[in-house]
């Protein structure tokens, strides 16, 4: 797929598809207060749910002239907090019918972003997030709780897609729901999980672009064919020519991100009571390890944005049985 190089051909581009989006238009705009807690990996590893208490929020849209109970999505933002690229997915989801929440698991914790120190907030934790999330739209009178789909990027990517796991479900969903469908675009895949190709019924779609030196895909592939061995219905979409984020229209086609962590190069296990190893060492993973490295790429890609959303409309139009425009 042939990337745009020239800003202002992308910049109309992208005015003509936020027109589309809001076509619909959003019906009514709700912002939520979401208890959780914040952990380490060792701790969500282990099944602790005794973490520092926070408050994080979410802003919830309704299309307009549906009256009947909304299917929705839930999406998480990725290393860099919620940007425009959020926004336009939660627009393309309204102009379906379905409800949009922008879960914000950064401002509540005071974190602006996690591109240059990940350990401010451990992408596995954030799933506890998630998870309050689902329980709390569960239960809100105008959505149907058997239609609530999850969908992350990069960081929160691992949430949405992991949630798909019977053990993570069984230690922290909620009891009055589950995931209608896990959707990842460019997904962190190089932590082995114990029991993680262990998952439920429910779809498991991955979005990720060929050239992503930020977030490799070779992980996910590997995931996929054992999700796939195990009889999982999960599908990988791969984008030639798109780096990271190649679906946040306000970049360029690539852009050099010096001081950003990338875990491109590690392979991680989790091993004995949460621990996490370095699989070429053995040896306690951390990020000092000279497998973490600076200097990735972001970009976006007109073509492989384009095609996701469409190939995401058309799954939920389907999982959720919505009537199609």
């Known amino acids: 797929m042939k990337s745009t190089h020239l800003g202002t051909i992308a910049g109309l581009v992208a005015a003509c598809w936020a027109s589309a989006a809001s076509a619909q238009g959003v019906g009514r705009l709700e912002i939520h207060a979401i208890p959780s807690v914040t952990v380490s990996n060792e701790q969500f590893l282990t099944g602790d749910r005794y973490g520092k ?123 009055n729901a589950e995931f209608a469908a896990h959707i990842g675009l460019y997904t962190p895949c190089n932590v082995t999980y114990k029991q993680d190709n262990k998952v439920g019924s429910k779809p498991i779609r991955f979005f990720h672009g060929i050239a992503d030196d930020y977030v490799s895909i070779e992980p996910c592939r590997s995931y996929v064919q054992r999700l796939k061995e195990v009889g999982a219905d999960v599908t990988i979409t791969e984008y030639p020519d798109a780096h990271h984020a190649y679906d946040n229209f306000t970049l360029a086609s690539s852009v050099a991100v010096p001081n950003a962590q990338t875990t491109r190069n590690c392979l991680i296990v989790e091993s004995e009571n949460g621990a996490l190893l370095n699989n070429r060492t053995n040896e306690p993973y951390t990020l000092n390890d000279s497998c973490v490295e600076r200097g990735p790429h972001v970009g976006y890609n007109e073509a492989a944005h384009k095609a996701s959303i469409e190939a995401v409309k058309q799954f939920l139009t389907l999982r959720f049985k919505l009537a199609s425009n």
């Open 53 to 175: 208490p926070v408050i994080i929020g979410g802003e919830l849209r309704f299309p307009r002239g549906i009256t009947e109970k909304f299917s929705t999505v839930i999406l998480i933002h990725g290393s860099g907090g919620i940007s425009a690229a959020t926004d336009r997915w939660a627009q393309e989801l309204n102009s379906v019918g379905v409800a949009a929440f922008i879960l914000d698991s950064f401002t509540g914790r005071g974190i602006v972003n996690t591109n240059t120190d990940q350990s401010q907030l451990d992408s596995i934790a954030m799933m506890h997030d998630a998870f309050a999330a689902l329980g709390k739209l569960a239960a809100h009178p105008r959505i149907d709780p058997t239609r609530i789909a999850v969908m992350g990027f990069s960081k929160g990517a691992v949430a949405a897609i992991y949630s798909s796991n019977e053990r993570f479900r069984a230690a922290y969903g909620p009891g």
